[in-house]
Nanobody, 112 residues
Framework: QLQASGGGLVQAGGSLRLSCVAS????????MGWYRQAPGKERELVAT???????NYADSVKGRFTVSRDNAKNTVYLQMNSLKPDDTAVYYC????????WGQGTQVTVSS
């Protein structure tokens, strides 16, 4: 299971930090990260990090968002700075361990 937290309402230019804890069978998690889905749009990659430290970011968030992991705590974080109204979406925690797993989503709303 993936339990995300940290969403909320913030003004443009502000910051938020999302957290996601994996529980249950966590040995062998290869990738953890975040996707997002805005109203009327498809779910898209935000950022992921492998157990080996490799990262992958959407072009739209590079330089503003940072994904990090605490492998000992089975936790992934997303530090979001310089937020824009276009970042408004439901953010989903993601992990890959012999298949794709998704958390319940947390709402991030950025007001202009």
């Amino acid at each position: 299971q993936l339990q995300a937290s940290g969403g909320g309402l913030v003004q443009a230019g502000g910051s938020l930090r999302l957290s996601c804890v994996a529980s249950g069978s966590t040995v062998g998690i290869v990738v953890m990260g975040w996707y997002r889905q805005a109203p009327g749009k498809e779910r898209e990659l935000v950022a992921t990090k492998t157990s080996g430290g490799g990262t992958n970011y959407a072009d739209s968030v590079k330089g503003r968002f940072t994904v990090s992991r605490d492998n000992a705590k089975n936790t992934v974080y997303l530090q979001m700075n310089s937020l824009k109204p276009d970042d408004t979406a439901v953010y989903y925690c993601y992990s890959y361990r012999f298949g794709n797993y998704w958390g319940q989503g947390t709402q991030v709303t950025v007001s202009s």
